[in-house]
């Protein structure tokens, strides 16, 4: 998988790359990282890249010129690209998206500063935009990163043992159940005892329960949907 991030502040990004299951995966020619810099597409004599908002309204807007010949260069190269934008007003990204995307060759993520993109550049360049959630970052370096690691962990190669990703919480509406490592015992606290004793059918049910008890907690809305899918089944 190729990444492009189209950012003003590359070295933002660039430290998430240089350590764990990432950078294994670069050193495996599984991911391929890149950035490209609007700044270095401005036709303004100083290189700026932002204005004051046409119409007015408080901060800079992200002028359309450098982004539009940025990306047209990038889709010149790769007409395939399939080109992101972090947005907080998109719908959030799920899980599910994160396995969609998985499936692509180049994901290029575009990340907004200031008080954002002009909004033409959104209009003709987005395949897909996305939120990560109801909240304003500074800009939109950490949400692309956020995206490009969830999806990267669906990449085959990514993950040392990918039976992890068949167990994760949103792989069905019930969360993973509670994981323990050891000792069995630390400071008097034990782990469940059923845990210990190498019945697998019995720590099967056992997980189960826990799991459904996590969910009833955390998202008591996806126990209703593994609720009403179980009984569907029977
Ligand atoms: N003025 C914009 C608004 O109110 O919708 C917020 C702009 S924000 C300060 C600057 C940039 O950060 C955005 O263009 C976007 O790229 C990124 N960003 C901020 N919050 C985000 C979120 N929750 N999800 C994805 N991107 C976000």
Redesign the pocket.
């Known amino acids: 998988m190729k990444y492009t991030f189209v950012t003003l502040f590359s070295n933002l990004v660039e430290g998430y790359f240089q350590d764990s299951i990432l950078k294994r995966a670069i050193d495996k020619d599984i991911l391929d990282i890149n950035y490209l810099n609007p700044r270095d597409y401005s036709q303004n004599k100083h290189m700026k890249v932002d204005d004051t908002a046409v119409g007015g309204g408080a901060?800079m807007v992200?002028n359309p010129q450098p982004l539009f010949d940025a990306l047209d260069s990038l889709k010149k190269d790769d007409k395939n690209v399939h080109v992101i934008?972090?947005?907080?007003?998109?719908k959030t990204f799920k899980q599910n998206d994160a396995k969609r995307l998985a499936k692509k060759e180049h994901i290029a993520f575009?990340?907004?500063?200031?008080?954002?993109?002009d909004e033409r550049v959104i209009e003709k360049y987005a395949d897909e935009v996305?939120?990560?959630?109801?909240?304003?970052?500074?800009?939109?370096e950490?949400?692309s990163l956020v995206v490009c690691d969830a999806v990267s962990r669906n990449i085959k190669g990514v993950l040392g043992n990918s039976d992890s990703l068949s167990v994760e919480s949103f792989e069905t509406p019930l969360l993973e159940a509670p994981s323990f490592s050891k000792p069995n015992n630390f400071k008097e606290i034990a782990v469940p005892s059923e845990y210990l004793k190498g019945n697998h059918s019995k720590i099967r049910s056992l997980k189960l329960e826990l799991s459904e008890c996590k969910t009833k907690f955390f998202r008591p809305e996806q126990l209703l949907k593994h609720r009403t899918r179980t009984s569907y089944e029977k």
Do not use: C, H, Q
């Not at 934008?85 to 998109?90: G, K, S, W």
């Not at 575009?110 to 993109?117: C, F, L, M, Q």
């Open positions: 901060g992200m934008f972090l947005t907080p007003v998109a575009v990340s907004g500063r200031y008080e954002g993109i996305f939120s990560i959630g109801d909240y304003i970052l500074t800009g939109g950490l949400a």
